[in-house]
């Protein structure tokens, strides 16, 4: 094997069918699977039947759709009109097998901090 390492070229794979590979696991790197779907609920159900979650794209017009959908993606991130948007303030992380935790905002500092409860009686005898 030679030094170049694994990359590959961005690649996009249509007609992809549920029972593929590439439809259930989860690819790091320029790739993206097109499926093709009826209705709404079909594809909601599509993509939440895998047991990775860590985020998903709505692209429509209506703002209804967009936070309905939203609601019922099991991921930890939802993008609207956009991919891979972060910002430092948006905690980032994944539902299922794709992480515990999040990255950046608020729910981050959880991760450097541990809590301790500490109970102390105040009487004059012990």
């Not at 429509?60 to 967009?66: C, H, S």
Request: aromatic share 10%.
């Amino acid at each position: 094997m030679d030094d170049t390492g694994l990359y590959i070229q961005p690649t996009v794979f249509s007609h992809v069918k549920d029972h593929m590979r590439i439809a259930k696991e989860e690819i790091f790197g320029p790739v993206q699977c097109i499926f093709r779907f009826k209705s709404q609920q079909e594809a909601i159900e599509r993509a939440n039947s895998t047991e990775y979650g860590l985020a998903s794209a709505v692209f429509t017009r209506n703002l209804d759709r967009a936070l309905s959908v939203s609601a019922t993606l099991e991921t930890g991130t939802v993008w609207v009109n956009c991919y891979n948007a972060l910002h430092a303030q948006a905690p980032f992380g994944g539902y299922k097998m794709s992480g515990n935790g999040r990255e950046l905002g608020e729910y981050a500092l959880a991760e450097y901090s541990e809590v301790k409860a500490v109970t102390i009686k105040l009487t004059e005898t012990l």
